[in-house]
C-alpha cells in the first residue's frame, strides 16, 4: 500500500514491487496424470429422485427500491470487519480482543456509514431474476423455453476424482423424461455508492475509502444472500433454513447461490448466457468485455434447489 500511495502522489523513485514468479514443483505433472479419470463419461452418485419445485412463474421480474432495513441483517459482520476492515487483535495478545476492537471500532464505525448511505441516498438495492425449465446432459445445463426446445446452454467441468461433481448433476437428466428448474439473478445496490468511493481514492482518503468500499461489497453479498432467501421461499422450502443468522452465514440451508468465477463454474463468459436471459440492463448493471459486471457492487448467481448442491472445487 504503501508503495501504491507513492506512485499515485508521484513521489519521486516509487515503484510497485515486481511480481513474484510461481513455482511449480516438478512432480506436480505427474500426480495429476496418476488422478486422471477413466475415459468417458462419469457421473457422480448425486440423488435423481428429489422432488421437483413449482416455481411462482417462468421467465424473469425486476424488482427495485429494495430498502436497506429489508436485506442489512444479512450482512456478514465476521466478513465485513475481518476480512474487509481487518480488525484483528495485536498478535503479542496485548490490547484489546477482537470481540472488544468489534463494540468499539467495527460497530460503531458501522452504523456511521450505514447512517450516511440512507442519509446521502447513496443505495439503489434492485434485483432481476427468473425461473427456467431445464434439463441435464453429461455435463451440461440445458435451458429450456416453454415449447421445450434448447435456449441455450452452459457447460460446467467436472471433479477429476472424489464423487465426480458436476453442477449438471443437480438437474434431472434429459433421458429422465422430467423437467428442472433453475433459478438465476443479478442483484446491485447501484453505482452511486461505487462513485462516492472513487471520490474518496482521489482525495487520497485511503482508510475512508477502504471502509466503504469493503462494506459496499459486503452489501452486495447481503442483497444476494437476501434474494437467495427469497427464492427459496418462492419455491416453498425455506421453512427448511435454520433458525440462527449465524448458521444462515454457514450456508446451512437448502440448495446453494453458485457465482461465476468461483470453483465449480469458473468460465466467467458464461455471464453473457446469463446476461442474455435475465437481462440485467434493466437494473442498471451491464456486462464489460472481460465479462465483470458493472457497477463493480453486483453480483450474479445460479440458484439450485437441490438438497445436495453444496459448494466444491471442480477440479
Not at 515486481?18 to 505433472?29: C, D, F, G, I, P
Not at 505427474?30 to 486422471?36: D, F, G, I, L
Not at 443505495?123 to 453429461?138: H, I, N, Q, T
Not at 453480483?299 to 434447489?305: F, G, S
Amino acid at each position: 500500500m504503501d508503495a501504491l500511495i507513492g506512485v499515485k502522489r508521484g513521489v519521486p523513485g516509487a515503484a510497485l514491487p515486481e511480481l513474484k514468479q510461481r513455482r511449480v514443483r516438478a512432480s506436480a505433472t505427474v500426480v495429476e496424470a496418476e488422478e486422471r479419470p477413466e475415459e468417458g463419461h462419469v457421473r457422480s452418485d448425486v440423488a435423481t429422485d428429489n422432488p421437483v419445485p413449482e416455481p411462482p412463474f417462468w421467465d424473469t421480474r425486476v424488482i427495485k427500491g429494495i430498502q436497506l432495513k429489508e436485506y442489512a441483517s444479512w450482512l456478514d459482520e465476521g466478513a465485513l470487519f475481518k476480512g474487509q476492515w481487518g480488525l484483528k487483535q495485536a498478535r503479542t495478545g496485548d490490547g484489546p480482543t477482537y470481540e472488544e476492537l468489534v463494540e468499539t471500532e467495527g460497530r460503531p464505525r458501522l452504523r456511521g456509514l450505514l447512517d450516511k448511505l440512507q442519509t446521502d441516498n447513496l443505495l439503489e438495492a434492485a434485483v432481476v431474476y427468473g425461473y427456467f425449465p431445464c434439463v441435464s446432459k453429461d455435463d451440461d445445463l440445458i435451458i429450456l423455453d416453454e415449447q421445450g426446445n434448447e435456449r441455450t446452454r452452459f457447460t460446467f467441468p467436472r471433479q477429476r476424482r472424489g464423487r465426480r461433481l458436476c453442477l449438471a448433476d443437480f438437474f434431472r437428466p434429459e433421458e429422465s423424461g422430467e423437467t428442472d428448474v433453475v433459478g438465476l439473478q443479478v442483484v446491485t445496490v447501484g453505482s452511486r455508492i461505487g462513485e462516492e468511493t472513487a471520490k474518496l481514492f482521489e482525495a487520497n482518503a485511503y482508510r475512508d475509502y477502504l471502509e466503504l468500499h469493503g462494506l459496499s461489497v459486503q452489501l452486495a453479498e447481503a442483497l444476494a444472500e437476501y434474494w437467495h432467501g427469497r427464492v427459496r421461499s418462492e419455491l416453498g422450502y425455506a421453512g427448511e433454513d435454520p433458525a440462527d443468522i449465524e448458521e444462515m452465514f454457514a450456508l446451512k440451508y437448502r440448495g446453494a447461490r453458485f457465482s461465476l468465477g468461483y470453483g465449480a463454474c469458473p468460465n466467467l463468459e458464461d455471464r453473457a448466457k446469463i446476461a442474455d436471459l435475465l437481462r440485467p440492463e434493466r437494473i442498471g448493471v451491464h456486462l464489460s468485455e472481460e465479462f465483470q459486471l458493472h457497477p463493480e457492487q453486483s453480483t450474479d448467481a445460479i440458484v439450485i434447489h437441490h438438497p445436495e448442491a453444496k459448494y466444491f472445487n471442480a477440479r
